[in-house]
């Protein structure tokens, strides 16, 4: 079931978070409205091919990336992002797109953009595009360890 992994993953490490289902939401800024998160604090992940690797990108829903920044921040030689196809399968307890930001619970280095500690909280999809979870975002940073960096526009 959607969802399960991340919030038990959360319970294990004691961390306290909320949980908001939402009416189906497609694109994060959607997922923000409809879930009364602002989208300062609304994360989007994004995965990229980064050298031949699937990356997850992370940055808040108002935000966009901009690659090539990307791409020099983070010393890659080739870097696009990635087909659903080419992803998919490395998140099947996750609807397609509803992503969490949890790379290391999927294989994945995560670069986190810098903008998004500004707020104190991160809210993200919980595998679904009809519920989102909410955290502090030190309690994000210190589970995931994210390289965070100045990425978008």
């Known amino acids: 079931m959607p969802g399960q992994k991340i919030k038990k993953f959360l319970d294990e490490q ?15 800024q959607e997922v923000a409205e409809s879930a009364h998160v602002p989208g300062r604090v609304m994360a989007k992940t994004v995965i990229v091919d980064m050298d031949g690797d699937m990356a997850m990108v992370v940055l808040p829903a108002t935000r966009k990336i901009v690659l090539q920044d990307l791409r020099d921040i983070s010393g890659s030689n080739r870097l696009k992002l990635a087909s659903e196809e080419a992803f998919r399968e490395k998140f099947p307890d996750c609807e397609t797109g509803a992503m969490p930001p949890f790379g290391n619970l999927y294989g994945m280095q995560v670069y986190a953009a810098e903008s998004l500690s500004e707020a104190g909280e991160i809210a993200f999809n919980a595998g679904t595009h009809t519920e989102v979870i909410k955290m502090g975002y030190g309690d994000f940073e210190r589970l995931v ?7 978008t526009a």
């Open 14 to 28: 004691k961390v306290k978070y909320v949980s908001i289902n939402h009416s189906p939401a497609y694109t994060a």
């Open 145 to 151: 360890r994210p390289k965070v960096m100045s990425f």
